[in-house]
T-cell receptor, first 114, second 113 residues
Framework: GAVVSQHPSRVICKSGTSVKIECRSL??????MFWYRQFPKQSLMLMAT?????????EQGVEKDKFLINHASLTLSTLTVTSAHPEDSSFYIC??????????FGPGTRLTVL | AQSVTQLGSHVSVSEGALVLLRCNYS??????LFWYVQYPNQGLQLLLK??????LVKGINGFEAEFKKSETSFHLTKPSAHMSDAAEYFC???????????FGAGTILRVKS
């Protein structure tokens, strides 16, 4: 149980385009979802927390207009990187919580912006 | 504010040897503590968690960790390393009842044959 999927697993895009990443909880309802980014050889940094049906809460220093988060249902959250640039290239990981104390992580999405 | 310090960015052990990965935390409130493992280009898998029950926590794959409040530590151990244990390990802390995780920098475990 507690499986979280992400799609796509890998995406390459041109600078200036937008990219949408989906995060789904497959076998449970996720009241809260989290989005992290991980640079090479570094730890995970929380970008934002989203609760179903409400606006996401962004961490300090994260541009909310650049990283659009939508949590329209209890099983789906999306992260859209708008007008992507090479410095946005990173590994993006989502996690989902079912209301308890544990987060379940997706497999991650590798974004490369050319 | 909460923080996590993982001592040693790289740890190398021989197959069959003891694994010890160190984690110290800082928290102004009673913490929940977690260990996650990450294999290359994959997400994180929960190994074990401490949520204020037993201080010695047993997890998957033979790993365990002990919460020591006096030392503000939550070190991860495994009696006998296996080649498949080679991965990166992250210690994380959250507030009791909260769900926002703060991660340590990670420790890469290498297992030599």
């Amino acid at each position: 149980g507690a499986v979280v999927s992400q799609h796509p697993s890998r995406v390459i895009c041109k600078s200036g385009t937008s990219v949408k990443i989906e995060c789904r909880s497959l076998d449970f309802q996720a009241t809260t979802m989290f989005w992290y980014r991980q640079f090479p050889k570094q730890s995970l940094m929380l970008m934002a927390t989203s609760n179903e049906g409400s606006k996401a809460t962004y961490e300090q220093g994260v541009e909310k207009d650049k990283f659009l988060i939508n949590h329209a249902s209890l099983t789906l959250s999306t992260l859209t990187v708008t007008s992507a640039h090479p410095e946005d290239s990173s590994f993006y990981i989502c996690s989902a919580g079912g209301g308890g104390d544990t987060q379940y992580f997706g497999p991650g999405t590798r974004l490369t912006v050319l | 504010a909460q923080s996590v310090t993982q001592l040693g960015s790289h740890v190398s052990v021989s197959e069959g040897a003891l694994v010890l990965l160190r984690c110290n935390y800082s928290s102004s409130v009673p913490p929940y503590l977690f260990w996650y493992v990450q294999y290359p280009n994959q997400g994180l898998q929960l190994l074990l968690k401490y949520t204020s029950a037993a201080t010695l926590v047993k997890g998957i794959n033979g790993f365990e960790a002990e919460f020591k409040k006096s030392e503000t530590s939550f070190h991860l151990t495994k009696p006998s390393a296996h080649m498949s244990d080679a991965a990166e390990y992250f210690c994380a802390v959250s507030k009791k009842g909260g769900n926002k995780l703060v991660f340590g920098a990670g420790t890469i475990l290498r297992v030599k044959s």
